[in-house]
């Protein structure tokens, strides 16, 4: 248990019994009895009245109290629904958890307001992917430990579209999760530079007899970013915001149609999204992006003729 948890599970303990001697919050929390007393003292300062009675043991004076925590019916809303939807997307121990949170935050709401946040969040419904992320799921602990600790890992990676399976040393950084899809940031000892692994395709992994002091930054930290111009015409423009790359950055109005400004590391993070927009999409710039457009789309035709 970390200082911070600790004191404040004291100060629930004063509250809840009149008077507690030093051995036994010694006890209870595994310190020693010099601690307890650091702790006090700590307390005392944030302005807590303890007394200290020789021979007795600590108390809160009289009078003082810890307002219980209340929520208003926004935030109510809100714990509600981010707890729906965890439980409908992931699995594992800790959807347990959030079930049984919920039903004590509940409890402590007052009747009104739980009536009406439990209306209103009957109202929302989730679409989520049918297949739940598993957050008991071994890697993914093992990568948490890994993080927070700052241990090495070694994995065995397959390559994206290659027959290629690698032997990595990688300081993980960092895990999202993005469309159905856990990966992990970090710096990867064999590129030297910082990668993102998607975690469906590692095959191994194993915690290393090491750690590291601190993030690395890569290469790519600094690396410029490829800028793209897309004249789309003014029928689709509706349905490019409703599906819009994640490297957009503003559109400008043209007099016959509508310029998206766009900007990634690589050409090829944009390449299948505005194929997937036909004739609708005419790229201005950059030449090179055209040409291998232009390549890739006769590639195609060849292959329907």
């Known amino acids: 248990m970390n200082r911070i948890d600790r004191l404040f599970a004291i100060l629930l303990t004063l509250q809840h019994k009149r008077r507690v001697r030093a051995q036994d919050l010694a006890d209870q929390f595994e310190i020693s009895k010099r601690t307890i007393y650091r702790d006090m003292s700590a307390l005392n300062q944030m302005g807590i009245p303890i ?25 109510a809303i809100a714990l509600i629904l981010g707890s729906r939807l965890l439980t409908q997307q992931a699995a ?8 049984q949170a919920l039903a004590k935050i509940k409890v402590a709401l007052p009747d009104q307001v739980r009536a009406r946040s439990e209306a ?19 890697q993914l602990l093992t990568l948490q430990k890994a993080i927070q600790e700052k241990w090495v890992v070694h994995i065995r990676y397959h390559a994206y579209q290659k027959d290629e399976v690698t032997e990595r040393d990688v300081e993980p950084h960092q895990l999202f999760y993005s469309d159905g899809i856990w990966y992990f940031e970090g710096y990867c000892r064999l590129r030297k530079d910082i990668r993102a692994f998607r975690l469906s395709r590692v095959e191994k992994l194993n915690l290393q007899n090491e750690t590291f002091s601190k993030r690395r930054a890569g290469k790519s930290d600094n690396a410029k970013t490829i800028k793209i111009k897309i004249r789309f015409d003014r029928i689709s423009v ?26 990634v590391h690589d050409v090829s993070e944009i390449m299948a999204w505005i194929l997937g927009w036909g004739d609708s999409a005419e790229v201005l710039s950059p030449k090179e992006l055209r040409k291998s457009l ?7 035709a060849n292959l329907l003729t």
Request: aromatic residues 12%.
């Open 51 to 75: 007394a200290a009675l020789p021979g007795e043991g600590f108390e809160l004076v009289e009078g003082y109290y810890i307002p219980p925590l209340m929520f208003n019916e926004n935030e």
């Open 238 to 263: 509706r349905w490019v915001r409703e599906r819009q790359h994640y490297g957009f950055q503003h559109e400008e109005t043209l007099p016959d149609g509508i310029m998206m400004v766009y900007e």
């Open 120 to 138: 209103l969040t009957n109202i929302f419904g989730f679409v989520t992917p049918s297949a739940k992320f598993d957050l008991d799921n071994p």
């Open 92 to 99: 594992g121990s800790l959807t347990k958890s959030a079930d």
């Open 294 to 300: 232009r390549e890739t789309a006769q590639k195609m």
